[in-house]
């Protein structure tokens, strides 16, 4: 078992830090909001901290769940930042999406105060989250990634080392590239079913189990078709996600016609009133 730290405690950091406390590492937390780390403390045990450098100090793995770069720097390097007080040898694991840009920033500042930095960004959602079934793509050095491995599989089905520093957050990109693009398609799908007079419910059934079918199909089609949109990762986030799937895109050349258009669909999305609502509300613009 190990001794851990974890900052942020969002609908993500909350159950991945209870996970860790489950299979018995001794947890410390830190919430931005006090209150929130008290509470967790209150249901799981363990220690809250009142800034990331105190809960940083003595812990052989320090997790890290917070909004976007500079949120990740604030609690990395900022003035009561995790780094000041990480022991040599210490890891600190990332699991905010943020750009490919800031791990490698912070891995070389990391690597000079002897600490082991990995960008570890995850895929499943707040249900992936709550059930431990999480999909965690890393990047960094072999040699930490493996003393990490097991204690991040306490709230992941699948954990794998994708290269050096910046992978893990490059490998994010793809993923929500394809989830783009495939919401969008599901989204076309049900509209033009409904416009052609079929029932959307059977019109899934009978294409769900070929080429079609997706994830996103399984579990998202009865709501989207119902213009129901509270069930998963907001759209103010994903366009956050796509805005840095494009930085990075003009970055190394890639082209991304798709992603491109599905993020100014996802901005008609948030002028609708739509910040909150999950990505699948793709087909609410379609259905005004």
């Known amino acids: 078992m190990a001794k851990v730290a974890f900052l942020g405690l969002g609908v993500m950091g909350y159950p991945m830090a209870r996970h860790l406390a489950a299979k018995g590492h001794e947890v410390t937390v830190y919430n931005r909001t006090r209150a929130k780390a008290d509470k967790w403390v209150s249901e799981h045990g363990g220690r809250a901290a009142a800034t990331p450098r105190e809960a ?31 022991d040599k040898g ?30 570890a960004p995850v895929s499943g959602g707040q249900a992936g989250a709550e059930n431990g079934q999480l999909t965690v793509m890393c990047g960094g050095e072999a040699p930490a990634y493996a003393k990490a491995e097991p204690v991040i599989a306490s ?10 520093s910046g992978a893990g957050q490059l490998t994010k990109m793809v993923n929500q590239i394809c989830i ?9 799908g049900i509209h033009f079913a409904k416009r052609a007079g079929l029932d959307p419910e059977a019109v899934i059934q009978a294409i769900s ?8 199909m399984e579990n998202r089609y009865k ?7 509270d ?8 366009r956050k996600d796509l805005g840095i799937c494009l930085v ?11 992603t491109a258009l599905v993020d100014q669909f996802y901005a008609e999305v948030q002028s609708m009133g739509g910040k909150r609502w999950d990505t699948s509300s793709l087909i609410a613009r379609l259905e005004r």
């Open 155 to 164: 709230f992941a089905k699948a954990c794998r080392l994708m290269g050096p």
């Open 231 to 238: 069930f998963g990762f907001a759209v103010d986030w994903m």
């Open 90 to 119: 210490s890891i600190f694991v990332d699991h905010t999406t943020a750009s490919a840009e800031i791990a490698r920033e912070l891995a070389g500042i990391a690597e000079k105060a002897g600490i082991a930095f990995i960008d």
């Open 180 to 188: 783009a693009g495939l919401v969008q398609g599901l989204a076309e």
């Open 248 to 258: 990075e895109a003009r970055s190394n050349g890639a082209h991304l016609p798709v």
């Open 56 to 86: 940083a100090a003595g812990q052989e793995i320090v997790f890290a769940c917070v909004g976007n770069d500079d949120d990740l720097r604030q609690v990395t390097t900022g003035p009561d930042g995790a780094f000041a007080t990480m």
């Open 209 to 216: 189990k070929g080429a079609a079918q997706s994830w996103q």
């Open 223 to 229: 709501t989207m078709a119902a213009g129901q949109f």
